[in-house]
């Protein structure tokens, strides 16, 4: 019976092991106060990695940098992330499993995350009923946060606590925008829109289809292309017969945009390919980025947007900071699409936090989570973040409306690059 | 091959070959009074097999190792999570483990179930049926998509059989996915309501009313399957497991016997959907995909195919490798400073650690667990005595 | 297996049995489709369905000689990819593509001869090590053994490079095309579907006119009988699961090639599609799997053409379950009666 004996003296390591760990819930580390931990649930492993690995790192830097200060308040900052990607795919059940895990660990004061909609449709019930403040730098659903579109299900027990706050805006404000520039400014007429049928990608594709037939344009296809999808070609020569002058993908460069683009390049349509802040997501040199994957040459006459004011200096030091920070790293050394709003909603906790703290320098630890959630939330405050002034509405939505437009530059330092052309504020509309 | 030994004498129960009395011939009879107890007794054996369980798991949670990862309410959650598996492991024997079908596409009914509670309970279409009377008709609903999922496959031999529900188990969450109209799409339905009893409030912040539900589930389950197993459906799923054309010639209606198989395995993924529906309050097709119906399936084989006490420890146990060891080894490594292993961040391993356990576990173990006697006689038939179920030819080629 | 009395209908490498039905369906699908959805699409089809068709054949191959469901094979053909990559990445540096014709056709030869043998030697590898303790073993447990291979294989290239799509290589220019006449086909087509054809028939040629393939034929039909008559199964089995991941490494190459991207979860689609290929085919026969690629492929880009993308996995599942029906065996498996 080997595999008895074995298992025995597994499990009596694991033991041991385990007995000289510390117990969660403050270890009584290096700052005079204990340590506060931030949660990040993200999925992390498997082929979502490329997506969740640069947000948390995002995430990790603002820890960082504030303990580098001192820690806040005489707290020291604990980076907890947990991954909840199954067999390489996010998991709803594994991120549920997550934010029990993180609602019960007295020590978390605020979660970053998540990434996909569907999660945070899992995660609000039980962060909601905890009073735990959880921040999104990624998820664009209307439902997790307007009540007209069924937010208040996810908050049966306490309707009126806002405990999730975003700082990604919904689709409805990408889609138009790129609808209108692409109208306007490029002056296109016939567009092929792809989706990556998830809720992100649909969303801001379904919102895009909306505005352009508004303004008068005409869609030549409308296709659904699942984000495993590597093989675009039989889209493409459908559609070129019917000539389109535009491309717009709705979706993620792990799902496929790096690969479409290149396939249309191949099939010689140079035409412009648009698409939301997904594909925003670094230089030619950076690890899995739509200008890498497709080729600095064919990425050319491609536009993106992001819902952040560009051009902005703190922008740029944040890009810097990142890559000096992470240089060590063995992948994923630049920033990616959604690093910076990690960083932002980490800002935003972290600052919340150092408010509280400043009038209430003795609160105990469920205290400091119920105070960290009530300044978040609240509409009257403002954060100043890398994507500009940061403030969340009653809802827990973003109030900045701002839309950036990026276009590819392939003659540009590090095999080609995004770069700033115009922003557009789409506030009120 | 084997050499033909001596037979040797029956040994009685209590005592060693020499004929005396020691500490191991005593706790083999032990075992072998426990056995015959539960054989003859099953419906109560497995009450109080589970209530033990069901007492025992969270006490030990409470102990020193265990209490350093996290605290029992989140223990206990995660055992209610794994409860999921255990019922979908129960379901999934009964066609492979029993009846030799092999099905690659079992989470379909798993999806089936839950989705029927999510369009029964859910704001997305108004209607807000009470979770009780669900499980039975999700179990029923799942019990219907099992014959018909199973009638194309009558004719189909092996691993034709295989392909074919694989095909099932990949068409059904694409349907989920694309009728975004009727099913929420990528976005799922969410806003499921929990169960409600009288003075008892199902809520995410309390672990226990999920957890004992979820043990009462598991009981009926088992003692149902028991019967089952016990019973000529019984019997006749295993004769054609055994030899299909010899079932068929004694009598063994074949098409009505492999019906019920997959009905009824799929009726307990019924139960496990509106369970799971209602505990994580939303259904995607995102939870639907071939992994799950490969995890469910190497919980059947790791514990021992046709063992039905096996198959759920199996489950218990892939369930806590998958997603609870391995995605806490960074934080142990974090606590425990080891030279090498603390500065390896072990989320990227996981498939590679995943995939070597079980190759290795199939290669240490392919029987399983808690096979069933002849099949380990058969395995490792060489190693062992001529026994009266013995075969000549050595190991017959499985 | 003892306990099938009534046997998996297959062919293990022999002639296709006369009835010429499948090939019928199969031609006259060809041509519904090519009026369909015209000659654009239908190279498009071709193509894909050709990259299918060789990683189907190691698929039926292994079947066919120990009744295996191979899951990591379609990890072999992604690794198969990844090693083409380094290949050629290694020997070109970052030098630009524009090699005469000579260097390029010699680079092509290179490309396959090193990815194929490199990937045959890991086919060997893992049955040694992964499926020869089990093949006494229950039927299941090799089939569990062959995902955790799979799975060792994919996260092993992650952590090498990384989860995000890698460019490979594409010495073939994408743009260019063949003029025949009216015509023009790109020339990555032509290469494609080429150099797949000419493997395949390589493959049946060897299969059907050597002693080594008239040994696989014989391990496939009757092992024991096949020990009888002298042949060495060990080595038979090696031998098979060699040719079959050498040309699943092939299919890589060609991957490389066409789409210039490769990444580390390819096999688990390419193998599904590949085994359904196979199954469709009738599982143990060459040129059933070799059809069924193509038929794949035809299912799949006529459901792009006609703006039903999304459900192209679910209808190629529909068309296997369908002909499964009206053929159990699949189209070329040999109708066998139940046998004691």
Redesign the interface.
């Known amino acids: 019976m080997r595999l008895s004996r074995l298992g025995a003296a597994v499990v009596v390591a694991t033991m041991v092991a385990a007995a000289c760990s510390s117990t969660p819930g403050g270890s009584g580390g290096a700052g005079q106060k204990g340590t506060l931990k931030l949660g990040v649930t993200l999925p992390l492993s498997g082929g979502a990695a490329a997506d969740g690995q640069p947000t948390l790192k995002g995430a990790k830097l603002a820890v960082d940098e504030a303990n580098a200060k001192g820690g806040i308040g005489g707290y020291k900052l604990e980076l907890m992330p947990l991954d909840h990607a199954v067999n390489g795919k996010y998991n709803e059940q594994q991120a549920a499993q997550d934010m029990q895990t993180f609602v019960a660990d007295a020590a978390v004061i605020g979660v970053v995350g998540p990434y996909n909609s569907a999660v945070g449709k899992v995660q609000i019930p039980i962060s909601n009923d905890a009073g735990l403040v959880q921040c999104s730098p990624a998820n664009t659903n209307e439902g997790l946060t307007k009540p007209e579109f069924g937010a208040l299900n996810l908050r049966k027990n306490h309707p009126d606590r806002i405990n999730y706050i975003r700082v990604a805006t919904t689709d409805d404000i990408q889609g138009p925008a790129m609808a209108v520039y692409g109208f306007n400014t490029l002056k296109l007429k016939n567009v092929l829109i792809i989706d990556d049928v998830t809720t992100f990608g649909k969303g801001v594709a379904d919102n895009f289809e909306k505005k352009w037939k508004e303004l008068g344009g005409t869609v030549v296809d409308r296709v659904g292309a699942g984000a495993d999808t590597t093989d675009f070609n039989g889209i493409i020569t459908a559609a070129k017969p019917k000539n389109p002058d535009g491309v717009y993908y709705g979706g993620v460069v792990t799902s496929g945009a790096g690969l479409l683009l290149k396939q249309l390049r191949q099939q010689g349509l140079t035409i412009p390919f648009m698409g939301p802040d997904g594909i925003v997501n670094g230089n030619g040199d950076a690890e899995g980025s739509l200008i890498k994957v497709a080729g600095a040459q064919n990425a050319a006459n491609s536009y993106g947007t992001i819902a952040a004011i560009g051009d902005f200096p703190a922008k740029k030091d944040f890009d810097a900071a990142f890559s000096e920070h992470f240089k060590g790293d063995s992948d994923f050394k630049t920033p990616g699409a959604y690093s910076g709003p990690a960083y932002a909603c980490a800002t935003v906790v972290l600052k919340s936090l150092e408010e509280f703290l400043k009038t209430n320098a003795s609160a105990d630890q469920k205290a400091i989570r119920e105070g960290v959630r009530a300044y978040a939330s609240d509409p009257s405050h403002s954060f100043d973040t890398v994507l500009g002034k940061t403030s969340f509405d009653k809802n827990g939505d973003n109030t900045q409306k701002f839309i950036s437009f990026y276009v590819t530059d392939p003659a540009a330092p590090n095999n080609g690059d995004w770069v700033f052309k115009e922003q557009q504020d789409f506030g009120g509309s | 091959m084997s050499e033909i030994r001596e037979i040797e004498r029956p040994v009685p129960a209590g005592r060693n070959a020499a004929g005396g009395r020691d500490l191991r011939s005593r706790i083999g009879e032990i075992r072998e009074r426990a056995h015959a107890f539960s054989s003859r007794h099953r419906s109560t054996s497995v009450v109080i097999g589970l209530s033990l369980v069901a007492a025992i798991l969270p006490l030990i949670v409470l102990l020193p190792p265990l209490s350093g990862f996290s605290s029992q309410p989140v223990w206990v959650n995660g055992f209610t999570i794994a409860g999921i598996y255990v019922l979908l492991a129960l379901g999934l024997n009964i066609v492979v483990g029993l009846s030799g079908l092999l099905d690659l596409g079992y989470a379909a009914f798993f999806a089936i179930g839950s989705y029927s509670f999510a369009f029964a309970a859910s704001p997305f279409t108004g209607v807000d049926v009470p979770f009780w009377p669900m499980l039975l008709i999700g179990a029923v609903l799942a019990a219907v998509f099992g014959i018909l999922l199973g009638a194309p496959t009558l004719r189909l031999r092996g691993d034709y059989l295989a392909i074919v529900t694989l095909g099932f188990g990949e068409i059904v969450p694409i349907v989920f996915l694309n009728s975004s109209t009727y099913t929420e799409g990528p976005n799922g339905i969410g806003g499921i309501s929990p169960p409600s009893l009288p003075s008892i409030a199902f809520t995410s912040a309390d672990p226990w009313p999920w957890y004992i539900t979820m043990i009462v589930l598991i009981a009926v389950s088992m003692i149902f399957i028991y019967r089952l197993q016990d019973s000529r459906l019984g019997r006749a799923w295993m004769a054609i497991r055994e030899d299909e054309l010899a079932a068929a010639s004694n009598g063994v209606n074949t098409v009505t016997t492999k019906l019920l198989a997959f009905a009824l395995g799929a009726s307990t993924a019924g139960l496990a959907g509106v369970f799971s529906a209602s505990k994580l309050t939303l259904v995607s097709p995102n939870l639907f995909r071939f992994d799950v119906s490969f995890t469910v399936l190497a919980m059947v084989v790791l514990g021992g195919m046709g063992n039905i006490w096996g198959v759920a420890v199996g489950a218990f146990v892939i369930f806590m490798i998958q997603n609870v060891v391995l995605k806490q080894l960074n934080i142990l490594f974090d606590n425990i400073y080891v030279p090498i292993l603390s500065d390896i961040d072990f989320l990227q391993y996981q498939f590679l650690l995943y995939g070597i356990a079980l190759v290795a576990m199939m290669l240490l173990r392919p029987e399983g667990l808690f096979p069933n006697r002849r099949r380990r006689r058969e395995l490792h038939a060489d190693e062992s005595t001529l026994g009266e179920l013995g075969d000549p030819m050595g190991a017959t080629p499985q | 297996?003892?306990?099938?009395?009534?046997?998996?209908?297959r062919a293990p490498f022999e002639r296709v049995s006369r009835r010429s039905t499948p090939y019928v369906f199969v031609v006259g699908l060809a041509l519904a489709v090519f009026a369909l959805?015209g000659p654009?699409?239908f190279i498009?089809?071709l193509t894909?369905g050709a990259i299918y068709a060789l990683v189907a054949l190691g698929y039926t191959m292994v079947?066919g000689i120990i009744?295996l469901?191979n899951f990591a094979h379609g990890d072999v053909f992604m690794v198969g990819a990844f090693v083409s990559m380094f290949t050629l990445t290694t020997i070109l540096g970052d030098g630009s593509f524009s090699l005469g014709v000579g260097p390029t056709v010699a680079l092509i030869i290179v490309a396959f001869a090193g990815t194929m043998a490199v990937m045959g030697v890991l086919g060997v590898l893992i049955e040694r090590f992964?499926y020869r303790?089990?093949?006494?073993?229950?039927?299941?447990?090799?089939?569990?053994?062959a995902?955790?291979?799979?799975?060792?294989l994919?996260?092993?290239v992650?952590?090498v490079y990384?989860?995000?799509?890698i460019?490979t290589p594409q010495l073939i220019p994408?743009?260019a095309r063949i003029e025949i006449g009216s015509i023009s086909i790109g020339l990555i087509n032509v290469f494609v579907i080429g150099s797949s054809v000419g493997l395949m028939v390589a493959l049946r040629l060897f299969v059907n006119r050597t002693r080594l393939g008239r040994a696989m034929r014989a391990t496939a039909q009757d092992r024991e009988a096949a020990q009888l008559m002298g042949v060495d199964i060990n080595r038979t089995i090696a031998l098979t699961f060699f040719i079959g991941s050498a040309l699943a490494g092939a299919a890589g190459v060609v991957q490389g090639f066409y789409?210039?991207?490769i990444?580390?979860?390819?096999g688990f689609?390419a193998g599904?599609k590949a085994?359904?290929a196979a199954?469709l085919g009738g599982?143990g026969n060459i040129t059933g799997a070799a059809l069924g690629g193509f038929v794949i492929g035809f299912v799949?880009?006529t459901?792009?053409?006609f703006?039903l993308?999304?459900?192209g996995?679910?209808l190629v599942?529909?068309v296997?379950?369908i002909t499964?029906?009206f053929r159990?065996?699949?189209l070329l498996g040999q109708q066998l009666g139940?046998r004691?």
Not at chain 3, 1 to 9: D, G, I, K, P, S
Not at chain 3, 147 to 152: K, L, N, P, Y
Not at chain 3, 162 to 165: A, K, N, V
């Open positions: 297996m003892a306990t099938t009395a009534v046997t998996t209908a959805i654009a699409q498009n089809a894909i079947y009744e469901i992964a303790p089990l093949r006494n073993a229950p039927r299941l447990a090799p089939l569990i053994t995902i955790g291979v799979s799975f060792i994919q996260n092993a992650q952590i990384g989860p995000s799509p460019n994408p743009t789409f210039g991207n990444q580390f979860n390819l689609q599904l085994f359904t199954v599982i799949e880009v459901a792009a053409a703006g993308f999304v459900w996995q679910a599942f529909a296997l379950i499964l029906i159990p065996s699949g139940e004691a």
